[in-house]
């Protein structure tokens, strides 16, 4: 049924609208502007402040009266602006002034009407009782727990009986909605008041209900805390609040969406539940739980986040101030009687942390109190000791508590100096390193899954099947099966990928159907037809630039054809759209004026070429991040600078040409350098996968640095015998070729079309292949200290092990010297297996030989991950630990009868003297001597230590930057068997992905050569990070030719080129300089 | 260098305490708020003994400053009761003969303490203090404490007697077949 309409006149104007409206309403149809305080489109009309009185007449008679209460009716006059409204309106306001004189709002709102004082006798409320708490808390939020009490002069807003309220659900509705921001809850609820923390900011920002859940979140849209959100707390039938609701623009709140169950079939499952970190609360002694200046590792880094809550300012949470002294407590939640792990990485972050702390922040003092400084991965005692440099301290001390500084607000750590002196520090922030934990659905994952955890809750993996966990085809990467770090949580993930790949290999390509696209048009000899859609983003860019006028203005440039602007470019309707529209106006060029081409120019491309244009015809301007982001506060100027934008995409489209990419084919083929654990097990699952492998070793044996160890930390799996079973399947395997005795010679080509020169026994064999894995191991460091070489007596770890693997042992007292070479000048990094070896060996010979006096003579035990109870253990069987210093090693001096070893211990403060029958050092693991040879061979690079380096050494830690070559094992730095393993599987993974296709598809914007102009000088091929032009001989000329495969069109070579005659397809000169000109509107 | 690991033994033994799992994370002689006054820190004698120096342990003042405040034991990563320990390396310290030499005072004190409740079945304060100021003859000491106490009306003249004074005797008698008398009375 139809809502009546009534007809109306509002200060000579006729206004028709619903009959149930107000004439505040309809005040606000025709535009004409009202001053409220009380009213709220959201609640019904309460006539509270009397500051929309206006005057109106009916039958003759005229009234003042509130126009939020008053229902329109029928031929009904209202005047608005009379001397008479104004000046009662202007006494309302003083009255309101002069109950509230400190009230911002009111004041506003007061001087809209022209009142600045009040000749009322001032009172100092804060409440208005206005009356729109009361009505939100019990119409939109259901609850009723707040309301009006008393009258005339004693009237108030507050609670039932003025006792806290348990009904009040501490929403926050109310101080939300009062305009004079009089509310405070404290007083008026009996729930704790608390704001509920943002997740992503670890608690120290507050979020409502809805909210987004940060700004990387795919997909970025808000998502309902239905444990906090008041519409779902209440009972339905209340149908609280819907706030959301009525805000949205676009309709897009849907409360009744439920969990969708979907059922996948599938043969393989990966489990990446990541980690959560240890709550500090438990530890009382440290602060987290009372002081606002003790916070979590994870914390801090949101402190030190340019997009966190201090905006990268280094800030303490009471007060706002800088902080100005740091400190950060290590191994909290680790390493102790609950957590008898090491959780690997907050050495590195609280010592990052400080490193960016005081880049921020010129200045500021950060100490880190630590046991062990457990800086073992690739790159990170080099970081360390960079860290010493600038100026962090670190106190090798694990302090007991956090105590308030009485009489003032900053924070105390007692500690234990290097001599063994109790000292104190004081600082205004401390920050907890705390520990990982299994996350927490775990167990839950566990039992759905049906796979094991360890004793610790993490899931259980055996050291030979690091990402296998207990059940098959259930595989596991990241933190979950054990804390890890970046570069080998990335490993992982790849491992677990060519896992499930090898399992999966039969059904490869299988569901995959291929994309039709039309035919392309061809467009040569035509003129510019361009199309322009400019977006709004939503309000991203429409809340700024004015999106209408920048469409229409692109309307008005020469050779466009057609403009409109979207709501949302990037939707799929407007991608039906785009596509009929390029047909209707036989659009040859398009333009998205819209966000960064790193969000949506794949899309655009591809919408492009579904409607049989080439897709390199298409252009986009930024004028999101570039325009409408940085330049909020300037909507003019920013619409001027987006019209700007278009100008000079149109300027460019105009010079578009179409662009071909040639696949090149791909011979899918492996060759796998270096027959150790890691070249086998890579061989292997590629093989498994059903490629074709070619695996080289130089010794006339497979097995590597394996063949040395006997057995391991964990006792459970024996490497001799499972190194057998790695060889058998290997040289079982039909897919796999093994070459021993045979060194790679010549390797020539590149991704997906190899040739290779493989010499056995003088001869040479070429190989075709479509990648490269390095896995040619590392060796031990010979060492010149310490005796070795000129005593017996005097052994490394490998060599214990085979003793000890025999049988024997033959010394009393032992003795061993760790970081033999390792972590000095040179070689400035650690060797990450010795401190493991030397306790395994150490528990070893308790075991064996008990009675024998064992001695480990440290710098720093790393033990990291689960491998720290070992070294629990080893002390618990009297393995004396005795920490030196690099400026004072052990001594070592031999006569007939013992070995005398002297070493000073920092605990007892003396020199002690050791009377050894056997001394064992952990030399450094170095490169192999000919590594550089190998890298020059492949055209790879090293790092300065001398192993190969990888593209990058978090994201990309098994690739090289040079396509189809990748890196595992030994090669790639120190490691155990485990994470040889995970980094071996990784690069099978990661070759997978080009030796699965029949294709590799190029870049289409890359350099291309004008041969004439050429002058062959090689400037380009020198620039070229990827070794993609090479200087040929043609017709007797030298040119440089660009390879298709290997450009990634980075566009180095085109600016070193002296001659111009290498340009970047897509960015020649002529469209840039087009650009310009456009831009500055040269002619 | 020597390395006679029955001292160790024998304390692990005696305290119950797993010390040689002890990693040197100082914890314990960071909160220990005694610990500056120790010759010996808390984690050093850990490793004296460690190392079998008994001598040295047993004959410090360190062991006497221990008030078994027990923040050491609460705190440490591995569970390690280090005032649990102390109280054994006192009872070895006594045994040894070296424990007057040391602290005497401290120790007399203790015996005095303990004596009186042998002998009342609950410590009375008076004759506890006269008998200890008479044997150390450190008079002043807590005398200003004694007498505000005394104002106070905090210390009865009387010993309260109670009703298992007896069973407290037979506990003593126990104690001392079992760990030996003091050192005083034998």
Redesign the interface.
């Known amino acids: 049924m139809q809502m009546s309409e009534i007809t109306l006149t509002i200060d000579q104007q006729q206004v028709t609208l619903r009959a149930d409206a107000s004439v505040l309403e309809a005040c606000g149809e025709i535009g004409i502007k009202i001053p409220t305080l009380c009213y709220h489109k959201a609640l019904p009309a309460y006539g509270a402040c009397r500051l929309c009185l206006v005057e109106t007449e009916l039958g003759g008679r005229t009234r003042i009266q509130a126009s939020c209460t008053l229902p329109v009716s029928e031929g009904l006059i209202v005047r608005t602006d009379t001397e008479r409204v104004t000046k009662t309106r202007r006494v309302m306001a003083e009255l309101l002034l002069a109950r509230c004189p400190g009230s911002d709002r009111v004041r506003e709102v007061a001087a809209e009407i022209g009142v600045t004082d009040t000749r009322f006798e001032e009172k100092n409320e804060d409440c208005i009782l206005c009356g729109l708490c009361t009505r939100v808390c019990s119409m939109l939020m259901g609850s009723g727990a707040i309301d009006f009490g008393g009258r005339g002069d004693t009237r108030r807003v507050g609670p039932a009986y003025d006792k806290h309220s348990s009904i009040c659900m501490a929403c926050g509705a109310c101080a939300q909605i009062c305009p004079a921001n009089a509310v405070d809850l404290t007083k008026v609820s009996a729930r704790p008041v608390r704001p509920v923390g943002a997740d992503y900011d670890a608690g120290l920002v507050a979020r409502s209900s809805i909210y987004i859940p940060y700004q990387q979140a795919i997909p970025k849209i808000p998502v309902i805390d239905r444990s906090t959100c008041m519409h779902f707390l209440k009972p339905a039938e209340v149908d609280a609040c819907r706030a959301c609701e009525s805000a949205c623009p676009a309709g897009a709140i849907d409360y009744t969406q439920e969990d969708e169950m979907v059922d996948l079939q599938v043969g393989a499952v990966v489990l990446a539940p990541g980690f959560c970190l240890y709550d500090a609360a438990e530890k009382l002694e440290m602060g987290y739980a009372w002081s606002p200046d003790v916070v979590t590792s994870l914390q801090f880094e949101r402190i030190l986040s340019a997009s966190g809550p201090y905006e990268g300012q280094v800030l303490r949470p009471s007060n706002g101030e800088h902080a100005k002294q740091i400190a950060f407590l290590q191994c909290i939640g680790s390493r102790d009687d609950d957590h008898d792990y090491c959780s690997s990485v907050c050495c590195m972050y609280a010592t990052k942390e400080a490193i960016i702390a005081m880049e921020h922040q010129p200045g500021l003092e950060c100490s880190i109190f630590f046991m062990d400084l457990r800086a073992f991965g690739k790159g990170f005692d080099a970081y360390y000791e960079r860290a010493k440099e600038l100026g962090v301290r670190f106190i090798r001390c694990r302090p007991s508590s956090v105590e308030q500084i009485e009489g003032s607000d900053g924070l105390r750590v007692k500690y234990v100096d290097e001599e063994g002196h109790t000292a104190s520090a004081d600082f205004d922030l401390v920050v907890l390193s705390v520990g990982l934990k299994p996350p927490e659905e775990a167990k839950e994952l566990a039992d759905k899954f049906g796979i094991e955890l360890d004793g610790y809750g993490f899931a259980s993996t055996k050291a030979i099947s690091p990402v296998v966990t207990s059940r098959d085809g259930v595989y596991v990467c990241g933190p979950f099966s054990e804390p890890k770090d970046i570069p080998e949580t990335v490993t992982d993930a790849s491992g677990a990928a060519a896992q499930a790949m090898s399992l999966l290999a039969e059904g490869r390509h299988t569901l995959v159907t291929q994309k039709e696209y039309p035919p392309e048009k061809d467009i040569t000899g035509q003129r510019p037809r361009i199309g322009v859609f400019v977006c709004h983003c939503g309000r991203n860019i429409g809340g700024v630039v004015n999106v209408p006028e920048t469409a229409e203005f692109a309307q008005s440039l020469p050779d466009v054809v057609y403009a409109e602007h979207n709501l949302y470019t990037c939707s799929s309707d407007t991608q039906v759209k785009i596509r009929e529209l390029i047909k209707e106006h036989d659009l040859n060029r398009v333009i998205v004026a819209s966000c960064t081409p790193r969000t949506h120019e794949p899309l655009f491309r591809d919408t492009v070429r579904e409607a049989g244009l080439n897709p390199y015809l298409f252009e986009m301007a930024n004028i999101r991040d570039q325009c409408s982001w940085v330049h909020m506060h300037e909507p003019a100027a920013a619409t001027e600078k987006a019209k700007d934008l278009v100008k000079m995409a149109v300027a460019k489209a105009r010079l578009l040409e179409p662009l071909y990419i040639t696949p090149v084919p791909v011979t899918s083929v492996a060759l796998v350098i270096g027959g150790g654990v890691a070249g086998m097990s890579a061989a292997l699952n590629m093989a498994d996968q059903g490629f074709p492998v070619h695996l080289v070793e130089r010794t006339p044996e497979l097995g590597g640095n394996l063949r040395h160890i006997y057995y391991l930390l964990n006792e459970e799996d024996d490497p001799q015998s499972e190194l057998e079973k790695l060889v058998s399947k290997i040289e079982a395997h039909p897919n796999v070729t093994v070459w021993l005795s045979s060194n790679v010679a010549r390797v020539d080509g590149f991704v997906g079309n190899f040739a290779s020169t493989i010499v056995r026994d003088g001869e040479e064999n070429v190989v075709e292949h479509g990648i490269i894995i390095v896995a040619t191991g590392a060796t031990e460091y010979v060492p010149t200290e310490y005796l070795y070489g000129s005593d017996e007596r005097v052994i490394t770890q490998r060599q214990l092990e085979e003793r000890l693997a025999s049988g024997e042992l033959g010394a009393k007292r032992v003795v061993m010297v760790q970081c033999v070479g390792s972590r000095e000048d040179g070689r400035m990094y650690c060797s990450r297996v010795c401190c493991s070896e030397a306790i395994k060996n150490a528990l070893k010979i308790k075991a064996e030989h008990p009675g024998t006096d064992v001695f480990v003579l440290y710098r720093d035990v790393r033990t990291y991950g689960f491998r720290e109870k070992y070294y629990t253990e080893a002390r618990r069987q009297g393995v004396r630990f005795v920490r030196y210093e690099p400026e004072n090693k052990p001594a070592i001096t031999a006569d007939p009868e013992r070995l005398h070893v002297e070493a000073f211990d920092p605990i007892l403060q003396t020199t002690l003297a050791i009377d050894a029958d056997l001394v064992v050092l952990a030399p450094a693991v170095v490169p192999h001597e000919d590594a550089a040879d190998v890298a020059q061979m492949l055209k790879v690079p090293l790092t300065s230590e001398g192993f190969f380096l990888e593209a990058h050494m978090k994201l990309r830690p098994v690739d090289f930057s040079a396509d189809g070559v990748f890196l595992a094992g030994l090669a790639h730095s120190p490691k155990g068997i485990d994470e040889s393993i995970a980094q071996a599987q990784a690069t099978a993974a990661r070759a997978a992905t080009i030796l699965s296709k029949d294709e590799y598809t190029p870049e289409a914007i890359i350099a291309c050569v004008d041969e004439e102009i050429c002058a062959g000088c090689g400037l380009c091929a020198s620039v070229c990070s990827y070794d993609a032009p090479e200087i040929v001989t043609v017709r007797g000329r030298r040119v440089s030719r660009i390879n298709q495969a290997l450009c990634k069109g980075c566009g180095a070579c085109a600016s070193a080129c002296p001659s111009g005659a290498i340009q970047q397809l897509g960015f020649r000169p002529k469209q840039i300089t087009e650009m310009v000109s456009a831009a500055l509107e040269w002619e | ?1 020597t ?1 006679d ?1 029955s001292f160790a033994t024998a304390v692990q033994e005696r305290s119950g305490q ?1 010390l ?13 708020p005694l ?2 006054h120790m010759d010996l ?1 808390p ?2 004698i850990l ?2 003994i ?2 079998g120096q008994r001598e040295r342990v047993l004959k410090s003042h360190a062991i006497w400053f221990c008030v078994s405040c027990m ?1 050491c034991g609460v ?1 440490c ?3 390690i009761d280090i005032s649990a320990i102390m109280d054994t390396l006192r009872e070895m310290a006594i045994e040894a003969g070296y424990a007057y030499a040391a602290e005497k005072k401290v120790v007399q004190l203790h015996e005095e303490f303990v004596r009186s409740i042998k002998l009342w079945g609950r410590l009375h304060e008076v004759t506890f203090y006269i008998g200890y100021m008479a044997r150390s003859l450190d008079i002043l000491a807590s005398l200003p404490a004694g007498l505000t106490l005394l104002a106070r009306g905090k210390l009865p003249f009387l010993p309260k007697r109670i009703k298992g004074a007896k069973q407290i005797k037979r506990l003593y008698e126990r104690a001392y077949k079992t760990k030996g008398q003091l050192a005083e009375e034998e």
């Open positions: 260098m390395l690991t797993d040689a799992v002890c990693y040197h994370c100082l914890k314990c002689t960071a909160g220990c610990s500056s820190k984690n050093s490793r004296m460690q190392y923040t705190r990563p591995n569970e």
